[in-house]
């Protein structure tokens, strides 16, 4: 399964904000699959949204309370 699938379906599957090193774990972890952190932010920002604007979705992110790192989460479009 390519990379960008995959973050589509750990992102639904926890259903909460996660920070890139999170799904990044949670894709070893389920699927034994090893992406850089860098890789995953730029499946979302290209393959990801792409994908899940045609079922009105979208990734959205923002700035973690008292961190400098972003989290990400599936949210309406």
Not at 25 to 38: A, D, S, V
Not at 41 to 47: V, W
Not at 61 to 75: C, E, F, M
Request: charged share 30%.
């Amino acid at each position: 399964m390519s990379c960008y699938k995959l973050i589509i379906r750990v992102m639904r599957a926890n259903k909460r904000p996660m920070f890139l090193y999170e799904i990044q774990q949670e894709i070893w972890q389920g699927f034994r699959q090893r992406y850089e952190t860098t890789a995953i932010s730029a499946r979302i920002r290209d393959e990801v949204r792409k994908e899940l604007q045609r079922n009105g979705r979208t990734v959205l992110s923002a700035r973690a309370p008292g961190k400098a790192a972003h989290v990400y989460w599936i949210g309406k479009a």
